[in-house]
């Protein structure tokens, strides 16, 4: 017994680092559902957002970065036109505070695993954790 | 490794060789210069070729009296923003380019003996010789500065009359002036404070430096964004294309997605001083044929009030398709049907799904009179290079600007890869 528990964080932390993330399909399937209600008309069917208006969602630093910095851009919107591989995008993102924790969590974990992206599920507890950190 | 390694070095002395160029440009020709009408669809009896096909992000062009071309850049290239660029051995292709201004922007115009180019706030002018070349590249005079750039719908349009008056769009820095901008069922900022000194056309002296605000007139108001702006010297009226408003199903109880992809009308409009073209408290819908009240403003989609006496548009086009640029045709080269007629380039939509995409075409609009006299059509199609556009990305050229030729050829700007587009009639 002893033996498995010790084994069990060295799973996790390996899954993690070979980054072979797997997302239930339900909460796939539920970010999906986010996705095309809220933000598929700016990012697009493709993720590809639109050149100079609305940043794409693939592979950007933003979506495979930092959980934290991620929800809070869904919880206060994005006005900061920075450059994002080179390119600036001109269009606000309005907050999106009013969707759940778990819709949140959902859709994050959608177009992180969305796109090409492939990056560890946020959960509606994180959603929580920085909502709550969050003015 | 390697290959990147001597990219550099090959520019380097591409630039040692070609005394000529401030900068050299591959004109590559792997996508479009060779391929039959540059990939375009036309009428019967038009040709089309590519003149270039990476200059950069270009946005309005115009043509000069020897057929040279400005093209005003909306990404530095080099650290310049407009390039003059020439076809010196008439093989129907650019192998001269010089480049000035180190500013991004979208507007550019010559006018009785002067280039007149805009950054995203400022606009400057710049003397031309007898040949519309440059006498000074480097020392524009500045004739306006300070106007609003709120990011979003920051291009600064220009066109001149024949009075002396520059005519300059100020678009608006948002969407619908809601509390928050773009928010779901956000509510219209009332009345909308920005159209002081934004959304709407001001009018100032040509020749006057230094101007601000307080030293033009507001021409017209209620015009979320306009690109194309042209003067139709037939009757010498003003007429403008606007970027009509996106994202009605912000307000999910009135209208779906699929409603907000097709109603609200991108929108002609001929201009009066004074005249209010609505925006943001009413929009026109293309399926009722008139302006309603935005949602913003507790509009239902079928509401009409503070929509009347609204200017009305002379012309309707598909919602969402962009219209980045409007030109009168003068020229002798094409068919009389389109003598004082107007070209339209639509940059293509991204607000459409789940539509497709719509626009990333040339549209024509018969006049007679300084009216339409016929409904609009495609002109010239297949920009983007795949029959349907889900997603804009997928659009590999987008038209942006539009320029007469001295021989009456139309040019066409794109500002996805930089390709220039000549457009000829054969009368065979």
């Not at chain 1, 959603?127 to 709550?132: E, F």
């Not at chain 2, 017209?220 to 010297?233: H, I, K």
């Not at chain 2, 996106?246 to 999910?252: G, K, S």
């Not at chain 2, 005249?275 to 026109?284: E, S, T």
């Given at each position: 017994m002893k033996k498995i528990i010790l084994f069990l964080p060295v799973c996790l932390v390996t899954f993690t680092a070979f980054d072979s993330v797997t997302v239930d399909k339900a909460t796939m399937e539920r970010g999906k559902r986010v996705y095309t209600q809220y933000c598929l008309a700016c990012h697009q069917i493709d993720g590809g957002g639109v050149?100079?208006?609305n940043p794409p969602l693939e592979k950007t630093p933003h979506v495979l970065g930092s959980k934290t910095k991620l929800i809070q851009i869904i919880l206060k919107g994005m006005n900061t036109h920075e450059e994002i591989d080179g390119e600036i995008y001109n269009n606000t993102m309005a907050p999106h505070n009013h969707l759940t924790d778990q819709q949140i969590a959902d859709v994050l974990t959608y177009i992180r695993n969305s796109f090409g992206n492939k990056a560890v599920p946020i959960t509606p507890g994180d959603?929580?954790?920085?909502?709550?950190?969050t003015k | 490794m390697r290959k990147y390694f001597f990219t550099p070095l090959l520019l380097i002395s591409a630039i040692l060789i070609n005394p000529k160029s401030d900068f050299s440009f591959e004109l590559k020709g792997k996508t479009n210069l060779h391929v039959e009408n540059a990939g375009l669809k036309l009428p019967a009896g038009f040709s089309a070729s590519a003149l270039a096909d990476s200059v950069g992000r270009a946005r309005h062009i115009v043509v000069t009296k020897k057929g040279a071309l400005y093209i005003k850049l909306s990404k530095l290239v080099n650290g310049k923003g407009i390039l003059y660029a020439k076809d010196t051995d008439a093989d129907g292709k650019i192998d001269e380019i010089k480049s000035f201004g180190n500013?991004?922007?979208t507007g550019i115009t010559i006018k009785d003996g002067y280039l007149y180019a805009s950054s995203n706030d400022e606009v400057f002018r710049y003397a031309l010789d007898e040949n519309e070349e440059l006498i000074k590249p480097d020392a524009p005079e500045k004739i306006i500065s300070g106007l609003i750039n709120g990011r979003q719908h920051n291009t600064k349009s220009l066109v001149l009359d024949d009075k002396g008056n520059i005519y300059v769009n100020v678009g608006s820095p948002s969407n619908?002036?809601?509390e928050i901008d773009r928010g779901v069922g956000s509510n219209g900022k009332d009345p909308c404070p920005i159209l002081d000194s934004a959304g709407g056309i001001w009018q100032f002296s040509a020749d006057k430096l230094n101007q601000s605000y307080k030293d033009g007139v507001r021409y017209?108001?209620?015009?979320?964004?306009?690109?194309?702006?042209?003067?139709?010297?037939q009757i010498n009226e003003l007429f403008v294309i606007q970027h009509g408003r996106?994202?009605?199903?912000?307000?999910?109880e009135h209208f779906t997605a699929q409603q907000n992809a097709v109603i609200p009308a991108e929108e002609m409009f001929m201009i009066k001083k004074g005249?209010?073209?609505?925006?943001?408290?009413?929009?026109?819908d293309v399926q009722q044929n008139k302006k309603v009240l935005a949602p913003e403003y507790g509009g239902d989609g079928k509401k009409t009030t503070r929509c009347e006496g609204v200017e009305q548009p002379v012309v309707a086009f598909p919602a969402h398709a962009a219209p980045n640029a409007l030109l009168f045709y003068t020229g002798n080269m094409f068919p009389g049907k389109y003598k004082n007629g107007a070209f339209v380039a639509f940059h293509g939509s991204w607000n459409r799904s789940p539509e497709k995409q719509e626009g990333f075409y040339v549209a024509f609009v018969p006049f007679k009179g300084g009216k339409p006299s016929g409904p609009w059509e495609i002109f010239a199609d297949g920009f983007a290079g795949v029959e349907t556009v889900m997603s804009p990305k997928q659009a590999m050229h987008r038209p942006c600007g539009l320029a007469q030729g001295p021989d009456g050829a139309l040019y066409v700007s794109d500002d996805v890869k930089g390709t220039i587009y000549k457009i000829v009639y054969k009368n065979n």
């Open positions: 050149p100079g208006l959603v929580k954790y920085v909502r709550a950190r | 500013y991004i922007g619908s002036c809601q017209a108001t209620g015009l979320r964004n306009v690109m194309g702006l042209d003067w139709n010297y996106d994202q009605l199903d912000m307000f999910p005249v209010n073209c609505g925006w943001p408290y009413c929009y026109f």
